[in-house]
């Protein structure tokens, strides 16, 4: 099956600056790469996803990055706020049923 | 629009008791998710249904069953809790893009 590696673990940051998640896959077939940001007590929110058919998607301060020779993914926050403090997690399925997450990626933003 | 609704928020048993874990979506998705999340292990799906009357198992289903009972409701049963069942319980619908519910945080003493 699918096995999707995120990293770093942890990620603080100074507000305004940017942050950079990564994550990896094992599947070649994998063609979607949703993100998710959680926030504590809450499920988890989709807040961007990319298709293979595409190498860059952006959404105001967030954008993806896809390199499917490599296999990996990355999720960009640029000009980061408090509000952007969450666990963030990177998934890919091939089928758009049975996602793999990665093990999550907590973000502070330190004001 | 509610989205996902789980009821209950949180649940305390003992070993050997059975619940069942209710999930309902106001989408008209068709595919419906179950998944725990334990600390450092991200989401596992435990079972999907990708549409009403199909039931498929995910990474994790030992020790669970679920019923999806008509579009809408998606329920999780634990016929005898263990504790390493404890954990955090998210059901999830789809049509494109998951969207998932509040959770419901199971403890087995």
């Known amino acids: 099956g699918e096995n999707v590696e995120q990293h770093p673990s942890t990620l603080s940051v100074q507000e305004g600056d940017s942050a950079v998640i990564k994550c990896t896959y094992s599947d070649s077939a994998s063609n979607y790469f949703p993100w998710y940001k959680q926030e504590l007590g809450k499920g988890p929110q989709l807040i961007i996803d990319?298709?293979?058919?595409?190498g860059e998607k952006k959404d105001q301060r967030i954008a993806v990055t896809l390199n499917k020779t490599a296999k990996h993914f990355s999720l960009h926050i640029t000009e980061t706020q408090p509000e952007d403090s969450a666990v963030y997690f990177c998934?890919?399925?091939?089928?758009?049923?049975?996602?793999?997450f990665g093990a999550g990626t907590t973000v502070t933003v330190r004001a | 629009n509610a989205g996902v609704t789980q009821t209950p928020k949180f649940q305390v048993l003992k070993t050997g008791q059975s619940m069942t874990l209710q999930c309902a979506q106001d989408?008209?998705?068709?595919?419906m998710y179950w998944y725990r999340q334990d600390p450092g292990m991200g989401l596992r799906l435990i079972y999907y249904s990708a549409s009403e009357g199909t039931t498929d198992k995910g990474e994790v289903p030992n020790g669970y069953n679920v019923s999806r009972l008509n579009k809408r409701e998606f329920s999780l049963r634990l016929e005898s809790a263990a504790p390493s069942q404890t954990s955090v319980y998210f059901c999830?619908?789809?049509?494109?893009?998951?969207?998932f519910g509040q959770g419901t945080r199971l403890t087995v003493v």
């Open positions: 989408m008209n998705h068709n595919s």
């Open positions: 998934a890919a399925t091939f089928n758009d049923y049975k996602l793999s």
């Open positions: 999830a619908s789809s049509q494109a893009g998951q969207f």
């Open positions: 990319i298709r293979s058919n595409v």
